[in-house]
Each structure stands twice: as structure tokens, then as C-alpha cells.
């Protein structure tokens, strides 16, 4: 079990933060997330990077996130600092990039009252987030925290959003470090099916022009995975083909190497993946940039 600690909103936060290895965060000041910059003054666990803008907060824990592998935090206030981080939680929803977005909210007693600087933070966010909170007690603020980190970096990582009322912040409650024990609701699947693929080992192996579409998928889930396809490659003899996001899983000056394809690729990627009996993908999705009209891919 979890050892508990009576402490503020605020301090729950850093708390939660350093539980869960966070030692670096983004952000830019307000009112309505003061006292967790109190906080922050107070201790030497987490360094903060100021910014000069919420968007630019976003984006540096993107790349943060990307040459790390760690999980990307990101610190704004409520109203436009929650609105201006909403270009980069989409980028990171789209680019599966692990990020926890912690703002600050007008107190609880002023949500929906059209308060200096409130906005529907949770509203306006769902559909950039893999998930989002409003948090209205300050006893399940630690738990929050904690599934916020689980939801941003299992199964296919993304950004998530905490959104912490002031009164929250200044209110006492028990804090909960966090816990070994399954989640109840977001178990994403990340094992494969070793039925489909034995079915898909044989249908590539009976295949006549085999392509492999490869993606930022590749790059985002490590060096063992660039160096897996590598070796696959290599295993197999197959062409291999990637998305931008995708360039650098397999070197350029490989034999296999066929070039970048789609809008932006080669002659030779392109017409390679139109004639393909089977095409294995990893790592990408099939969007517009790579296929053009779908009725002709």
C-alpha cells in the first residue's frame, strides 16, 4: 500500500512529480497556478524552464519527451495559458508523444461563472488528449497525478491534462504515492497475437514483391526497435520504404533502402509500394501525404 502524507494541493503536485521521475518541466506563470510556483521555489528536486509563451512550453516538452524517452510536463495557468498549449497537444496526440499538461483553473466556487481568465479547459482539450481531469477534491489529486503519468506513456503514448482549481491547490488533504496495482479502466493491449501473426510470417513469406512501411513509430519506440527492423531487413532481403517521421529507422545508405515515399518521396518508393503484392507497416499510419486518393493507393 502506498504510504499517505497530509500536505497541500500544491506541494501534492511536486510530490506527485518527483514520484513519478519527473526532473525537468515547461511553463510560464499565472494566477491560478501561484501556489504551485510557490512551491516550486522551495525545493531543488525539479528544475523549471520558463518560457515565453504556453505554445512554446508545449513544444519543448515534445522534443523533451522525443530525446529522452521521458514523459513531458508541462506547467500553464488557466484561461488562455490552457488554450494556447492546445497546438501542441494535438502535435503530441499525433505524433504519439507521451506529455502531462498540469493548469490551473479558477476556484471551484467560480467554474462556470465566466470568472477573470476561466475557460472550459476539459471541453476544449478532450479531443487533443488521450485523456483529461478536472479536479475537484484535493484528496484525489495525488491518484489523478499518477494514472495522468500511466494514461501518457502506456500502450501508444500521448498527452493527458490535469486541470487543478486554485482552491485545490491551497486545500489540505492525504497524499498517495503511487501503487503497483492494475489499473481498472485504460488496459491497452501490448501483446500480439501469436495466431495472426504465424498468419502474417506466412503470407510474407509466400509474397512475390514484399514491401516494408515503416514510420515514426519506429523512432518513437527506441533504438531496439530501428535496430529490430534493421535486423529484419536485413533477415528477409525486403525493400523498405518510410514516412518522414519515419527517416533514420533505416539508414539511407542501405541496400534495401528505397528512399522516402508519398507527396515529398522518390519515383521509385512510390512506384515500388503501388505494385507490391504485400506490404508489411510498423510504426506508421496510412494518412493523405502517402497515399493521395484512396481509391487509387
Not at 86 to 93: E, F, H, K, S
Amino acid at each position: 500500500m502506498a504510504s499517505a502524507e497530509e500536505m497541500t494541493g500544491a506541494e501534492m503536485v511536486l510530490k506527485a512529480l518527483v514520484d513519478n521521475g519527473v526532473s525537468d518541466i515547461f511553463g510560464y506563470p499565472g494566477g491560478a497556478v501561484l501556489p504551485i510556483y510557490d512551491e516550486l521555489h522551495q525545493q531543488e528536486d525539479i528544475r523549471h524552464v520558463l518560457v515565453r509563451h504556453e505554445q512554446g512550453a508545449g513544444h519543448a516538452a515534445e522534443g523533451y519527451a522525443r530525446s529522452t524517452g521521458k514523459v513531458g510536463v508541462v506547467l500553464v495557468t488557466s484561461g488562455p495559458g490552457a488554450t494556447n498549449v492546445v497546438t501542441a497537444l494535438q502535435d503530441a496526440l499525433m505524433d504519439s508523444i507521451p506529455m502531462v499538461c498540469i493548469t490551473g483553473q479558477v476556484p471551484t466556487t467560480l467554474i462556470g461563472s465566466d470568472a477573470f481568465q476561466e475557460c472550459d479547459t476539459v471541453g476544449i482539450t478532450r479531443p487533443c488528449t488521450k485523456h483529461n481531469w478536472l479536479v475537484n477534491d484535493v484528496n484525489e489529486l495525488a491518484g489523478i497525478l499518477h494514472d495522468a503519468f500511466y494514461v501518457a506513456k502506456s500502450g501508444r503514448p500521448g498527452p493527458v491534462v490535469v486541470d487543478i482549481p486554485k482552491d485545490v491547490q491551497f486545500a489540505t488533504g492525504i497524499y498517495r504515492g503511487p501503487t503497483t496495482a492494475e489499473h481498472k479502466t485504460y488496459n491497452p493491449k501490448v501483446t500480439g497475437d501469436a495466431d495472426k501473426i504465424l498468419e502474417a510470417v506466412k503470407l510474407l513469406a509466400s509474397a512475390k514483391k514484399p514491401i516494408i512501411y515503416s514510420g515514426g513509430g519506429v523512432i518513437n519506440s527506441g533504438p531496439l526497435a530501428s535496430q529490430l527492423l534493421r535486423q529484419l531487413v536485413e533477415l528477409t532481403g525486403y525493400p523498405v520504404t518510410s514516412t518522414l517521421m519515419g527517416l533514420g529507422a533505416y539508414p539511407a545508405s542501405g541496400e534495401n533502402w528505397l528512399g522516402m515515399l508519398g507527396m515529398h518521396g522518390t519515383y521509385e518508393a512510390n512506384l515500388a509500394m503501388h505494385d507490391c503484392d504485400v506490404m508489411l507497416c510498423v510504426g506508421a499510419r496510412f494518412d493523405d501525404r502517402i497515399t493521395g486518393r484512396l481509391d487509387a493507393f
